[in-house]
């Protein structure tokens, strides 16, 4: 099966086109010169095709051709890390620029390829919970998720912290959210990251808290805004939501019932903001997490076969050609 790695075609063709009008510009003016000095530029009509073809070489590499699979090796270190991540309309503010959920997005992808041999899920919640992508060691499949992380995803609705957790609960096997039953502690070591601006309308968190505690799950959370805060804009209007007074709906973060997650569960609370950038902290305590006696094992995965070099490789030998073939615009007499 054939497939792209940067399948962006359409820029690739404008800088083949741009490429194409240079050379252009370029062959003629030269041709130009020649005449009026009387030399003869007839070399030009090799350069000009030659270089094309080199253009559109690289640019075929950089879009990265892949033709078939091929199995790869990968160390995977015993460790399972859920992300939770808010996507409720407050998440919309832009008291972090761009947007809170936005700048989550982006501290979240750089979480991933920081953690390129265990496995990661992903869980959306705001009024409502959902497992987007459940524990992969695929990350361009999970990073694709994130990626397109919006807040039309859930209902809209007051934001509940107890949701996820209790699915993320639910995946550890545990029988029953806030029961005394739960399941023994995972043979991988398990994290999870809550990302969210703080905003609970749901219920009391302690039972669910409790039967994480148990499972040895740690939780940290990744608090995103500012207590100043912002509008929160209404959908599909220029204008920001506003209450039943007529006032606009201001969002600041809530850092409490974050707080309260991470000391319950092990785990910590990191601010992420215009000012703050609490992610190194947030990737040294996951890097810390003790791992099963099991150690490290192997894992092998199907990647695309990119086949890059072969285009790469003949626009360097007709970069070489190129050199050769010399075009004499001028000539000094002694």
């Known amino acids: 099966m054939f497939t792209w790695a940067y399948p962006d075609f359409l820029l690739a063709a404008a800088g083949l086109a741009l490429l194409a009008l240079l050379l252009l510009l370029y062959t003629r003016r030269t041709a130009r010169l020649g005449q009026r000095l009387g030399l003869g530029v007839g070399r030009l009509a090799w350069k000009l095709p030659l270089r094309l073809a080199v253009g559109a070489l690289l640019l075929l590499a950089w879009l990265g051709p892949a033709l078939g699979v091929r199995q790869q090796a990968v160390r995977t270190s015993g460790q399972d890390v859920w992300l939770l991540v808010d996507v409720s309309r407050s998440m919309d503010a832009a008291d972090v620029v761009p947007t809170r959920l936005l700048r989550a997005q982006a501290a979240l992808n750089e979480l991933v390829a920081a953690f390129p041999a265990d496995r990661l899920g992903l869980i959306v919640f705001g009024s409502e919970a959902y497992v987007q992508c459940p524990l992969t060691y695929d990350q361009p499949a999970l990073q694709v998720f994130l990626n397109t992380l919006n807040t039309k995803l859930v209902p809209p609705g007051p934001t509940t912290l107890r949701a996820p957790l209790d699915l993320l609960l639910t995946r550890l096997g545990a029988a029953t959210p806030a029961g005394a039953g739960v399941a023994a502690t995972p043979p991988r070591a398990v994290a999870a990251v809550v990302v969210s601006d703080g905003e609970d309308f749901g219920e009391n968190l302690e039972p669910v808290l409790r039967a994480l505690g148990r499972t040895g799950a740690r939780i940290y959370t990744m608090g995103v805004g500012t207590a100043i805060g912002a509008p929160v804009p209404a959908p599909g209007a220029k204008v920001g939501l506003r209450d039943a007074q007529g006032r606009p709906v ?42 099963p006696a099991s150690g490290a094992t192997a894992h092998t995965v199907a990647v695309a076969d990119n086949r890059y070099r072969y285009p790469l490789g003949f626009a360097l030998t007709l970069l070489l050609i190129d050199s050769l073939i010399t075009v004499r615009v001028l000539r000094l007499d002694q």
Not at 254 to 263: F, N, S
Not at 268 to 287: C, F, M, S, V
């Open 250 to 291: 201001v969002s600041r973060l809530r850092e409490a019932p974050l707080l309260q997650v991470a000391a319950q569960t092990g785990g910590q609370y990191i601010a992420l903001n215009d000012r703050e950038n609490g992610l190194p902290t947030l990737l040294a305590g996951l890097r810390s997490l003790p791992l």
